[in-house]
């Protein structure tokens, strides 16, 4: 538990007054531009990261989603709880209501994740075409969809926005913006609460570097370089989209430091 506690401190230190979540979009499209130059310039050397079976992509990357919302979900609950407890500012119902309200921030990530997947997946059965393997003699057959390519063994060549680069920088930059709330929350030492939390918060700082070295990963090793800037773009855009515009308004999930007059929870959640 001492390490646990040690761990925790030295990673709220390190994200300290918000720098990291400031600069976490740049550092993303930095991450892109440069993966890119490296890849199309053949100075990548081979690892076994650019094999798509290693363990973090099969394991963590493939379910990314499913592992950001499994451990935010405990995290939004018992945060949120405890911030309108500790600042009295609503009674047991308002408060349960409040830990609802922030939970549809889940609802809304899930809704980003599913219908952009979609789109991508539309994107690239409408410009690809497929190259199958067959005898020469065999007449040459259509297919309309990327899976129907791959039941035949076939290779579909299409405009592949990447799902990666998208899905991983919203997943890396929603936990920043989630784990924000402790900043302004103040938890007795010796309690169980503060272990929860504390476990809670380390697994997601290492889960965001897990996705930001895998970001980097893709950059380095798949796609083009147009596929990897639209992805990351789309992933940005549904974190600002929310994060800094539709949270900050009174009919919305909310931002992690709740109920705090909207000009101060700018001015504290932007410091």
């Not at 040690?6 to 740049?26: E, K």
């Not at 065999?138 to 579909?156: A, M, Y």
């Not at 169980?192 to 997601?204: C, P, T, W």
Request: charged share 15%.
């Amino acid at each position: 538990m001492e390490r646990l506690e040690r761990c925790g401190r030295w990673l709220r230190a390190a994200l300290g007054a918000g720098r990291v979540r400031r600069r976490l979009p740049w550092l993303l499209l930095a991450i892109v531009l440069l993966g890119s130059a490296l890849k199309d310039g053949d100075l990548v050397p081979e690892t076994p990261l650019q094999n798509k079976r290693n363990p973090l992509n099969v394991y963590f990357v493939k379910v990314a989603w499913a592992w950001t919302f499994w451990l935010l979900l405990p995290f939004i609950a018992v945060t949120t709880y405890q911030f309108a407890k500790s600042k009295l500012l609503y009674g047991r119902m308002k408060s349960i209501l409040t830990v609802l309200q922030r939970l549809s921030t889940l609802l809304v990530g899930t809704a980003v994740w599913y219908v952009c997947t979609r789109v991508f997946m539309y994107i690239e059965n409408l410009t690809g075409a497929c190259s199958a393997s067959g005898k020469v003699s065999e007449p040459r057959r259509l297919f309309t969809s990327k899976q129907e390519c791959h039941q035949h063994n076939g290779i579909w060549n299409g405009f592949d926005i990447s799902g990666h680069c998208f899905l991983l920088s919203y997943c890396a930059l929603m936990i920043m913006e989630e784990v924000a709330v402790l900043e302004g929350l103040s938890i007795d030492q010796n309690s169980k609460l503060r272990v929860v939390i504390n476990a809670l918060f380390v697994s997601l700082c290492f889960l965001t570097m897990i996705w930001v070295f895998m970001f980097l990963s893709t950059a380095l090793y798949f796609h083009d370089f147009s596929q990897k800037l639209i992805g990351a773009l789309i992933g940005l855009s549904a974190w600002y989209g929310t994060y800094r515009s539709w949270y900050l308004k009174p009919f919305s999930p909310g931002l992690p430091l709740p109920n705090i007059p909207l000009s101060s929870k700018k001015y504290s959640y932007s410091r």
